[in-house]
């Protein structure tokens, strides 16, 4: 079938290379342009486009497609039989949505209509869910509101973190799509009930607010491992907490309860197992705690 993918992540790549791989006639790759990064903030592709090159695949990243009639007039000359999307970063205008005659079709990380918008596999976490998915749907002009075609499930354990249910869900996107493709399955309306929504997230989400109860904020440092990741502070310095356990403990929240650096919470405590301090490496609690001991009664966070 001749297509045209539209992903920028991580996330989209074993989809792309599913489609190539599965003898489809990719036409283009739409991805976001390259970002400075690094120390010396030199431009760099992004996951799709160092994927798509590796596959011979022509890539395009216009920085806008709303009132873009160059970009769309290019778009449509491809005569794509439809435009596969995995969190491309651009909303396609109707335009672009009625050019290919199977229209556009999105990989999108969640069990709709739980968990619309832009940052679902954080927010099934978060929230304690005990299983998420891949939603295969027929994009419409709404925030992921679009008939669903298949859907493919992944149970979250008590230890999974992000990037494990990510990847997950990547490698069950790439199989569902080759499918749906393949089946043509009839669009079935999402239920009107039951509809949340991932907000995108900001580095400031991740700041630990102990008076939370200790399961939600282990619940955080999972959700968000490793972007954007979950942090505290001490004083001026600012700690990323990797990982912690939920203990019994009770104080004043943020309070330092014991030698083992046992925190209160809202509700139980935690006990921080490794962290990291800023422009240090990762380091166990007691390593960290034998070159700045914190004393019983410290206040961490604000």
């Known amino acids: 079938m001749r297509l045209v993918f539209m992903g920028s992540p991580d996330f989209a790549v074993p989809a792309l290379r599913a489609l190539a791989g599965a003898g489809h006639e990719v036409v283009a790759v739409y991805c976001q342009p390259p970002r400075p990064a690094g120390r010396g903030q030199t431009l760099q592709p992004c996951p799709v486009q160092k994927a798509a090159e590796d596959l011979g695949l022509p890539v395009r990243y216009p920085a806008k497609l709303r009132g873009n009639a160059e970009a769309l007039a290019e778009f449509q000359a491809l005569g794509a039989e ?24 999105n990989i999108h990380a969640s069990l709709l209509p739980r968990w619309r918008g832009a940052a679902p596999i954080h927010a099934a976490i978060l929230a304690g869910d005990a299983e998420t998915g891949i939603t295969i749907m027929q994009m419409d002009e709404g925030l992921d509101t679009g008939p669903m075609l298949m859907q493919g499930r992944v149970t979250i354990g008590p230890a999974d973190r992000l990037s494990q249910i990510h990847d997950a869900l990547a490698e069950i996107g790439a199989r569902l799509i080759l499918r749906v493709l393949d089946e043509n399955p009839p669009p079935v309306p999402q239920p009107e009930d039951g509809a949340t929504y991932a907000a995108r997230l900001t580095r400031a989400d991740g700041r630990i607010d102990w008076t939370k109860p200790a399961a939600a904020i282990l619940r955080q440092i999972r959700a968000f491992d490793p972007w954007p990741g979950t942090f505290t502070t001490l004083g001026a310095d600012t700690l990323k907490v990797l990982d912690a356990e939920v203990v019994s403990g009770e104080g004043t929240a943020g309070m330092v309860l014991d030698d083992r650096l046992t925190i209160a919470c809202g509700e139980d405590a935690l006990r921080i197992l490794k962290l990291q301090r800023a422009g240090r490496a990762p380091m166990a609690a007691g390593d960290f705690l034998r070159g700045l001991p914190l004393p019983v009664g410290t206040q961490l966070g604000p």
Not at 82 to 105: D, F, Q, S
């Open 82 to 105: 439809a435009a596969i999307v995995a969190a491309y970063g651009l909303i396609l205008p109707r335009a672009w949505l009625e050019t290919p005659r199977r229209g556009c079709i």
